[in-house]
């Protein structure tokens, strides 16, 4: 009888402590749960600059030596919020698009890195040639930067630039060591490209 007793005793308090256990999983999950996610969004300023075109923009520009035209447009275009680091509640702004043209196409992708960084990578690929050149420039306390990566990517601010009959403020312009130099203009996008071979001037632009 002690035995049969002790047996039910033991199995009594398995089934107790797989219950405790169960209990315990659940509420730690429902208190992982509970926890809110910090969102830490692009800075403003950056995103006027490379960021706010949706699919559809389009820019045409014309060469300043030969006349001939070529026109690029974004296709998709995301913006959304992604982990960066080791903490899952942390979410980061995250926005990527393709700028296609007729001989090449760039991959551009805006990231938020911590409370005052944001990252500007640009990819760009000719359809013959691939990885034919790139820029990374980083925003961190309003100051911008590319010579820490590679290859280094120069980057300066202009208060004004004039195209033909456009005139535009606040302009960024980025370069590298393969030739590559390229105008982006507040709320206006690329307003011009040149490399080794040619200059593109933008002629006309819609943005969506």
């Given at each position: ?77 995301r ?71 590679f ?12 195209i ?45």
């Open positions: 009888m002690k035995f049969k007793y002790y047996v039910k005793a033991r199995k009594t308090s398995f089934l107790i402590n797989i219950k405790i256990f169960f209990v315990l999983v659940v509420f730690a999950f429902l208190l992982n749960s509970c926890k809110k996610n910090t969102y830490y969004p692009l800075d403003e300023d950056f995103v006027q600059y490379f960021g706010i075109y949706k699919n559809g923009s389009w820019w045409s520009y014309e060469d300043v030596t030969t006349n001939s035209t070529d026109s690029i447009y974004i296709k998709q275009y913006n959304t919020w992604q982990m960066y680091g080791a903490k899952e509640n942390d979410l980061y702004q995250y926005i990527s698009y393709n700028l296609i043209g007729k001989e090449k196409t760039s991959i551009i992708t805006i990231m938020q890195q911590d409370n005052n960084s944001s990252l500007l990578r640009i990819r760009q690929y000719k359809h013959t040639i691939p990885n034919f050149g790139s820029f990374i420039i980083l925003k961190k306390n309003n100051h911008l930067s590319g010579e820490d990566y290859p280094p990517t120069g980057v300066q601010k202009l208060d004004s630039l004039n033909g009959t456009h005139s535009f403020s606040e302009t960024i312009k980025l370069w590298n060591e393969s030739g590559d130099t390229l105008w982006f203009v507040k709320n206006a996008g690329l307003v011009k490209i040149a490399d080794e071979n040619a200059t593109y001037n933008i002629v006309d632009y819609q943005l969506y």
